[in-house]
Nanobody, 128 residues
Framework: QEQPVQSGGGSVQAGGSLSLSCVVWKAPGTRFCVGWFRQAPGKEREGVAF????????FYVASVKGRFAISFDTAKNTLNLEMNDLTPEDAAMYYC?????????????????????WGQGSQVTVSS
């Protein structure tokens, strides 16, 4: 299993949009949970959006629901996060992660806890 490789992020004014991508190592025929997490300075890491490598079921934490969109491109094994209407409260280091041990509905992915393969992180800065 290789470390996921992230791209995207950057700086934007409040109300703007950014996107993140993450190439995930995936063996043929397997399926598992994937998600996006974020950590702001002085705060605990929190999961913000989850799906599976089949891309159907999706789950969002309340603070981003309706503004963020998670997707998994099965042809490219790439996890994406589109972030719209960003606020300064969204500013953080964002990480993608894979849970190779678990597959299920996305809300179960959010609670599974066994995320051991993490991307290198992407900074998201939002100015007011």
């Amino acid at each position: 299993q290789e470390q996921p490789v992230q791209s995207g992020g950057g700086s934007v004014q409040a109300g703007g949009s950014l996107s993140l991508s993450c190439v995930v190592w995936k063996a043929p025929g397997t399926r598992f949970c994937v998600g996006w997490f974020r950590q702001a300075p002085g705060k605990e890491r929190e999961g913000v959006a989850f799906t599976t490598t089949e891309g159907g079921s999706k789950f969002y934490v309340a603070s981003v629901k309706g503004r963020f969109a998670i997707s998994f491109d099965t042809a490219k094994n790439t996890l994406n996060l589109e972030m719209n209407d960003l606020t300064p409260e969204d500013a953080a280091m964002y990480y993608c992660a894979a849970n190779y041990r678990f597959y299920g509905p996305a809300d179960h992915c959010a609670r599974s806890g066994s995320y051991e393969n993490w991307g290198q992180g992407s900074q998201v800065t939002v100015s007011s």
